[in-house]
């Protein structure tokens, strides 16, 4: 991207706020259950689980570069995307791109089960568990924990692909996509939707991560 | 401890479907081929090593249920004694008797499915030591669980619990 004038917003505050908190809180879950400081993994994941379920029905009811339906809908354009992409024909897109579209569904998909799993997972030792372990039985609890395990193996080659996706069209396709992740805004495209976040949206959507958190925390 | 790059070497979630197939025991990482003579030989006790092998791991696991019930309790908003008594007096009885459950050849070179690690056979009195400090602090668990003192069952569960971890860091495949 070249020194640019005309700005346009792409990306709301939710949206990179939530992107880089994941990026921080992703390796700070990794370190905190591999040392088994689990006091600390579970209230990271706590705080993970709010994001992503922030993220989630922000998809629904959140700006437009943000939601799943438009999303969907781009994916019918992705053979032809990708067919333009492998002649470098690429161009900027207001929004996820088809390819784009496809990473956010399985990342979050990802997301999602790392955190739902981790909810349900107890230890060997039956002494450390998530805060709806206690719906579940022992044996459960450990079926649970191992899939926790596997899925984080899932994870981690989704992120190595995203990096090197991201890293692929800034090299290869002269395409900067993390400028825009981090100021939101991009010079080279016309808005497709305003991008500004609605307030009553927002509060509504973090009242009802607030009340799920409180939810799962006091299941017990 | 595993490192990351030994999860990134997990190379497609289809090769991570088939690990699942093979259950939620990672022994068999450790395992080497199952020689099955060596499986069905007779111990001392009566037992094969199958028999063996499966027996301890059946006790440990009513210990893990257990735990868990003291644990859920002590979680919960309003514990239920009852329950946290019933649960703390299963745990020196299924463990009665542990210091005899690791043969010699009952390890992973059985063949059988165990997360039992070989340096249990290099650090026998190690581990036998760290049997006793479990059934040690698991009768206390006991004792001041009947008392019904909550704050001191908490206490007791989190050392009982520690001398669980204590001997899993050791002689128990992580998986
Ligand atoms: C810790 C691991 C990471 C995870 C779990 C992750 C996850 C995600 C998700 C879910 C999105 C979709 C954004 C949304 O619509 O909410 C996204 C987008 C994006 N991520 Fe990451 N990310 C990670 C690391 C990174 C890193 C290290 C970079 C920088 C090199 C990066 C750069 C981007 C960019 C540029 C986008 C926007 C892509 C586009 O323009 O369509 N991500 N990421
Ligand atoms: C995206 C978020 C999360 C990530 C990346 C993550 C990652 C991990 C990893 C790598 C392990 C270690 C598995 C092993 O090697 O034994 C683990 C274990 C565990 N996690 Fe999470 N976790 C996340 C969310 C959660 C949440 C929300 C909870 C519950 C509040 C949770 C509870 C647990 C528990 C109880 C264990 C121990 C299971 C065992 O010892 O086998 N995790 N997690």
Redesign the pocket.
Known sequence: MTASTAQTLVWDWTIRLFHWL?VL??PL??WT??EGM?DW??R???T??AL?LFRLIWGIVGTWTARFVPMIRRLGSLPAYVRDLIARRNGPSFGHSPVGSLAVFALLAA?SI??G???F????DGL????L?ILVSFKTG?EI??F??LN?DI?VVLIALHIIAVAIYRFALKDDLVRPMVTGRRGDLEPVSTVKVNPMALIASVVIVAASLYAVINAG | M?ILKV?IAVPAIAAVMMLTACGDNGGSEAAPEASSEAAGAQLPNGMTIKEQIEARQSQLEKVGDAFKAISDQLKAGTPDIAIIQEAAAVVPEATQGMADWFPEGSGPESGIDTDALPAIWENMPDFQEKVGNMQEAAANLNTVAQGGDMAAIGEAFKTTGGTCKACHDDYRL??
């Not at chain 1, 997972?121 to 060997?124: A, F, L, Q, T």
């Not at chain 1, 450390?128 to 805060?131: D, K, V």
């Open positions: 994941i809180l992703i879950l990794w259950a591999e689990m993994h579970r990271l994941g706590l993970m689980f992503v997301l790392q955190v799993t981790g909810l997972s107890v230890d060997v450390e568990s998530g805060p372990a450990r924990a191992d926790h395990e984080f994870l | 595993k999860k992580d998986d």
